[in-house]
T-cell receptor, first 116, second 114 residues
Framework: AQTVTQSQPEMSVQEAETVTLSCTYD???????LFWYKQPPSRQMILVIR??????QNATENRFSVNFQKAAKSFSLKISDSQLGDTAMYFC?????????????FGTGTLLAVQP | DSGVTQTPKHLITATGQRVTLRCSPR?????VYWYQQSLDQGLQFLIQ???????AKGNILERFSAQQFPDLHSELNLSSLELGDSALYFC?????????????FGEGSRLTVL
């Protein structure tokens, strides 16, 4: 079975500092996508960043970057220069590429609080 | 704005009742997914439709059903409601074939069962 694990239920960071959220996954697939979604208090699900498993280069989107370790099945999210607006629940998600369905498998989430 | 529209945004009803949640996918997206998020929980996959046909089924209760219509909008029907059905129900859409994997989510329908 394919699973996504986020072992940090809650984290806190001071404004302007850097924080890293952890995610591990389990799959026998070789080609897949990984995502980080953000859910702020508004409850909207917002895509933060995407990584394709066949690409060795880590994805970066402005202040957000990932550390993708395929062999270790690890996919952590680093947020630099944290801002108050980054306060949200962050979900790691996985989907095999080219499968019969594109349903995302989500982790249980990490609640990040950015402190002023 | 993701382009996915869900109605209603909020719904309060009583146990034993039936409700229908509606979703309009992004223009051009053929695939619709329904997820349930209970209080302080992750997202649980319920069901996926592709171009009108059921494509995948998750942990969807027998009291729940869904369908996708020829115009590609989808409805999730919840019947014989119980207190535990109170949750945020998300609809998401994607191109599916040839996509880059991500789903685009609506704002959700918050269901409260009293």
């Amino acid at each position: 079975a394919q699973t996504v694990t986020q072992s940090q239920p809650e984290m806190s960071v001071q404004e302007a500092e850097t924080v890293t959220l952890s995610c591990t996954y389990d799959t026998s697939e070789n080609n897949y996508y990984l995502f980080w979604y953000k859910q702020p208090p508004s409850r909207q699900m917002i895509l933060v960043i995407r990584q394709e498993a066949y690409k060795q280069q880590n994805a970066t989107e402005n202040r957000f970057s990932v550390n993708f370790q395929k062999a270790a099945k690890s996919f952590s999210l680093k947020i630099s220069d944290s801002q108050l607006g980054d306060t949200a629940m962050y979900f790691c998600a996985f989907v095999p590429r080219g499968g019969a369905t594109n349903k995302l498998i989500f982790g249980t989430g990490t609640l990040l609080a950015v402190q002023p | 704005d993701s382009g996915v529209t869900q109605t209603p945004k909020h719904l309060i009803t009583a146990t034993g009742q039936r409700v229908t949640l509606r979703c309009s996918p992004r223009s051009g997206d053929l695939s619709v997914y329904w997820y349930q998020q209970s209080l302080d929980q992750g997202l649980q996959f319920l069901i996926q439709y592709y171009n009108g046909e059921e494509r995948a089924k998750g942990n969807i209760l027998e009291r729940f059903s869904a369908q996708q219509f020829p115009d590609l909008h989808s409805e999730l029907n919840l019947s014989s409601l119980e207190l535990g059905d109170s949750a945020l129900y998300f609809c998401a859409s994607s191109v599916f074939q040839g996509s880059t994997g991500e789903l685009f989510f609506g704002e959700g329908s918050r269901l409260t069962v009293l």
